[in-house]
């Protein structure tokens, strides 16, 4: 990952104040067992994005950890799947995965998850928001946790061999920017939607950012930036039905 240094400037600042005072959903709630994810880790990839009927309900959440580069632009932590693993290796993902039962909410699903994955001490992290909760598949509802470091060399990445096959950043507002992105139309019960992919690189490694990682950071960008992306999103509407 860069090497930047970083303080608590003001821009930052205001915005995590912004993001506590906007925030409409309280997921702090305590989770009850119904919530408990059976799998690990969230499944990314658009087999993923179709919903199930009749499976049982269950939660999981995903670290958006921001901080400011240098030049005071947001950037978020991303991962990628290790090659080794049995679904889905290789893809770009955010921190996160499942609920358990020392979990008492989102916010420690996903700070906890972050730390056994890429070795982010939760102590330097301040989670300012959680947004809208996202819907897989799987019937697993997603909850996408915003929080920021303030000093990024305060980070030692440690990653998970078994699970993070590298660690890396992009900028926040490249999910929002008609700028290396390509799209596919898909369709699903008569309803055509499309999937973004971001194309990333990052130390001569390229990355594509992609469905479910990419609609949540498109929304996460969308609400730190104050405005819609520069393209047609035509989201799944399944990924934001009730989470009840």
Not at 80 to 101: D, F, I
Not at 143 to 163: H, L, Q, S, T, Y
Request: charged share 30%; hydrophobic share 40%.
């Amino acid at each position: 990952m860069n090497s930047y240094s970083f303080g608590r400037s003001e821009t930052l600042v205001k915005l995590a104040q912004r993001l506590r005072l906007a925030d409409q959903h309280n997921h702090f709630d305590v989770l009850d067992d119904s919530s408990k994810v059976k799998d690990s880790r969230i499944q990314d990839s658009d087999a993923e994005l179709i919903p199930q009927v009749g499976l049982k309900p269950s939660r999981a959440a995903v670290l958006i950890c921001l901080f400011e580069d240098e030049r005071g632009h947001l950037r978020v932590i991303l991962t990628k799947r290790s090659s080794a693993m049995s679904s889905h290796s290789g893809e770009v993902a955010l921190p996160g995965g499942k609920w358990e039962e020392s979990d008492a909410n989102d916010v420690d699903t996903a700070l906890r998850e972050a730390q056994e994955e890429i070795g982010l001490d939760p102590s330097i992290v301040e989670v300012v928001t959680v947004l809208d909760p996202f819907h897989t598949k799987r019937n697993i509802t997603v909850a996408p946790v915003i929080g920021i470091i303030w000093d990024k060399r305060a980070f030692n990445p440690v990653p998970n061999a078994a699970e993070v096959e590298s660690i890396f950043d992009a900028p926040l507002e490249m999910f929002l920017k008609d700028e290396n992105r390509r799209q596919e139309e898909r369709e699903w019960m008569g309803y055509k939607y499309l999937l973004h992919f971001f194309d990333h690189q990052e130390e001569n490694k390229s990355y594509v950012i992609w469905a479910l990682t990419a609609g949540i950071l498109i929304k996460a960008a969308s609400v730190v930036y104050q405005r819609p992306p520069a393209f047609e999103e035509r989201r799944p509407t399944f990924w934001n039905r009730s989470s009840h």
